[in-house]
């Protein structure tokens, strides 16, 4: 049995996405022989090698020094998901705020730490909860937040909605008990991705 650095058993990707295609009749030498490679290659570079770069060890923050004037900052980032109710792809849509308290993080390790969450299969609601308690664990923010929408294939492939979905919320912190403070994050999440962050 082949194992990977990810911890993904490819093997067994490949069986599933065999007997798949078995059950829908399939009997191509495309279907049978070279997709479920193909297929369990996709699974592992979308949602295992994300997962993977994220790294708590290695997360460098860095020190306020003196008096801070630095309010909210904010980030947008992007992620491929998984529903865990039908395993089917999801493309997710994240603006992320934090107030800084004692230190600042690099805005690419709240991508890697929003995919870390992101790339499984996982459920909106979930992601968004373990991504705030991480960040509020490791970076010890005075608030965090994040607002998660996206495009859900299991409910466009059933004739739904194609546009992101209502976004799910989660605050924590200032960003919770500070109207004027969300209201201030929110107005960053709703800006349109089109026309920039």
């Not at 295609?21 to 369990?40: H, N, Y």
């Not at 991480?134 to 909605?161: A, D």
């Not at 605050?171 to 962050?197: I, P």
């Amino acid at each position: 049995m082949e194992h990977h650095l990810t911890g993904v058993d490819r093997a067994k990707l490949e069986k599933a996405q065999q007997m798949i295609g078995e059950a829908f009749g399939e009997d191509s030498e495309e279907v049978i022989l070279r997709s479920p490679d193909r297929f369990a290659r996709w699974q592992e570079k979308a949602l295992s090698e994300p997962r993977d770069a994220y790294k708590r060890d290695e997360l460098r923050l860095f020190p306020v020094k003196g008096e801070s004037c630095v309010g909210l900052v904010t980030i947008k980032a992007t992620a491929f998901s998984a529903c865990e109710h039908h395993y089917a792809p999801a493309w997710l849509k994240a603006t992320i705020g934090y107030v800084p308290d004692r230190s600042f993080i690099g805005y690419s390790k709240i991508v890697k730490m929003f995919r870390h969450f992101a790339c499984r299969y996982t459920m909106d609601e979930r992601l968004c909860n373990e991504f705030v308690a991480e960040f509020v664990e490791m970076v010890e923010p005075l608030g965090v937040g994040v607002v998660l929408r996206g495009k859900h294939f299991c409910v466009i492939s059933r004739g739904g909605p194609e546009s992101d979905f209502p976004s799910v919320t989660a605050l924590w912190g200032h960003l919770k008990s500070d109207a004027q403070l969300r209201d201030e994050f929110h107005r960053h999440a709703f800006t349109s991705w089109e026309n920039g962050v």
